[in-house]
């Protein structure tokens, strides 16, 4: 404490992130919670690259600024791929 | 397109609707003519009818909803998910829930529900999210004026491949998305803008920075939601700040995200004669600030800081800028114009006075 005001990015980034993929794109909610930076193919990165894939953006399975604003766009509550 | 899983469809064409509440946004005979309007969306390309009923249960049931409204899939307030629908079936399928917590309405002001309603529809019919960011089912809302709307041709293609087309005589088509390395792509009009490059087509616009690989499209309504669809000239005046756009006889002037209040004003106020219907092209010269208008085979040449058309035209296209024929857009950049003819483009030296190259249209796409 207190709180670095990027890691508190952070955590709103990767909050938004995950409901998203929870919500659209059929992340699992483990309980664990996912790590931006873990290098590797976890869950999130996995499902990230897809939604990059599905808007045409470029898939780096990051959460860049192009990603986060499609992310924050409204939109139609059906998810993008079967659930 | 995409059928959703498991290709679910209405064992009837003649189908039926009920609007089961309403937000106190809007007035009634609104919504109802944002219901009825999105089902003659689905039902103009296909053999489907939709019925309205009262008081009983039917296919589709429209209501606007809140928050925990026990279909397991909670609204979750202002913007973020604006409605859902279900897949065709008995019960709650095909029913369709606005989250009552939107701002609706029946313009470009919040949320359109016509617009939302229309793709919501498409769920209740049998189809996913389309990829395609210029079809009615890509998941994102954006905002086109109603009174414009045509349903994309992926959409159309896709409503199609489950119920069949429709029982016209003639099969109704729609806009494709313009996909910038398309050799066939040809333009309505371009113009830079703080050293940039926009494409208009159709109700796009391709923007192209160059720092930038990747072209990006949009939709003309993203940026500036009061202009047309179709714009035919456009061109920036660096001077002032402002782009400069055409449609038939009228132009809008653009600071920024705005249109200056007041426009559109007839193209006349420029001096053309009455006999000029619309404008297929322009250009400013920054060397030396005067307006170049091509209309048909011939142009005008505008003196921006008298505000009136210079003496002596209208002169021939191709007396001063060689056989480029009738131009479709044009814009000048580094020094050099560039004029685009359907799929090709020259590069016009104003110096030198004559071509000096000839490309393909997306030749500024990386393609």
């Given at each position: 404490f207190p709180v670095v005001p990027e890691a508190e990015d952070e955590g709103k980034t990767l909050q938004l992130v995950e409901s998203y993929l929870q919500n659209f794109y059929d992340l699992q909610k483990d309980g664990h919670h996912h790590h931006l930076r873990r290098s590797g193919q976890n869950p999130l990165t996995a499902k990230l690259k897809e939604m990059q894939s599905f808007f045409g953006l470029e898939v780096t399975g990051k959460p860049d600024l192009d990603t986060?604003?499609?992310m924050k766009k409204p939109r139609c509550g059906i998810p993008d791929v079967e659930k | 397109y995409v059928f959703t899983p498991g290709n679910p469809k209405w064992k009837r064409n003649n189908l039926t609707y009920r609007i089961l509440n309403y937000t106190p946004k809007m007035r009634r005979a609104d919504v109802d003519e944002a219901v009825r309007k999105a089902l003659s969306v689905w039902s103009n390309v296909t053999p489907l009818t939709f019925q309205r009923v009262e008081d009983k249960e039917a296919d589709i049931m429209i209501s606007f909803a809140y928050r925990d409204h026990q279909d397991n899939?909670?609204?979750?307030?202002?913007?973020?998910?604006?409605?859902?629908a279900f897949q065709p079936g008995e019960g709650i399928g095909g029913d369709v829930h606005m989250d009552e917590e939107e701002a609706w309405t029946k313009d470009g002001r919040g949320y359109n529900l016509f617009i939302v309603l229309a793709h919501e529809l498409g769920h209740s019919l049998g189809l996913s999210?389309?990829?395609?960011?210029?079809?009615?089912?890509?998941?994102?809302?954006?905002?086109?004026d109603p009174n414009e709307f045509l349903l994309p041709q992926d959409d159309i293609d896709g409503i199609q491949a489950i119920y069949g087309g429709s029982t016209a005589a003639v099969q109704p088509t729609g806009p494709v998305t313009p996909e910038a390395c398309n050799p066939k792509l040809t333009f309505d009009a371009i113009t830079t803008l703080r050293g940039e490059i926009f494409f208009f087509k159709g109700r796009y616009m391709l923007r192209k920075h160059p720092a930038r690989t990747e072209t990006e499209l949009n939709f003309i309504s993203l940026f500036w939601p009061r202009l047309p669809s179709g714009i035919q000239a456009a061109y920036e005046n660096i001077e002032t700040d402002e782009i400069i756009v055409f449609k038939e006889d009228k132009y809008w002037v653009?600071?920024?995200?705005?249109?200056?209040?007041?426009?559109?004003?007839p193209i006349y106020r420029f001096g053309f004669p009455k006999t000029v219907k619309r404008v297929n092209a322009a250009y400013n010269d920054e060397t030396t600030g005067k307006t170049y208008f091509f209309v048909a085979d011939r142009y005008w040449r505008y003196d921006e800081k008298k505000k009136?058309?210079?003496?002596?035209?209208?002169?021939?296209?191709?007396?001063?800028?060689?056989?480029?024929?009738r131009v479709d857009a044009a814009f000048?950049?580094?020094?050099?114009?560039?004029?685009?003819?359907?799929?090709?483009?020259?590069?016009?030296?104003?110096?030198?006075?004559?071509?000096?190259?000839?490309m393909k249209s997306i030749s500024?796409?990386?393609c």
């Open positions: 986060l604003e499609v | 899939s909670p609204f979750d307030g202002p913007n973020g998910q604006l409605a859902h999210h389309s990829n395609d960011p210029g079809a009615l089912m890509y998941p994102t809302y954006s905002y086109t653009i600071r920024g995200y705005d249109v200056l209040p007041g426009y559109p004003k009136s058309m210079d003496h002596g035209y209208p002169k021939k296209i191709v007396s001063s800028f060689g056989n480029i024929g000048q950049k580094d020094g050099y114009v560039y004029f685009f003819h359907g799929t090709t483009q020259f590069q016009f030296d104003p110096r030198a006075r004559q071509i000096v190259r000839q500024w796409f990386n």
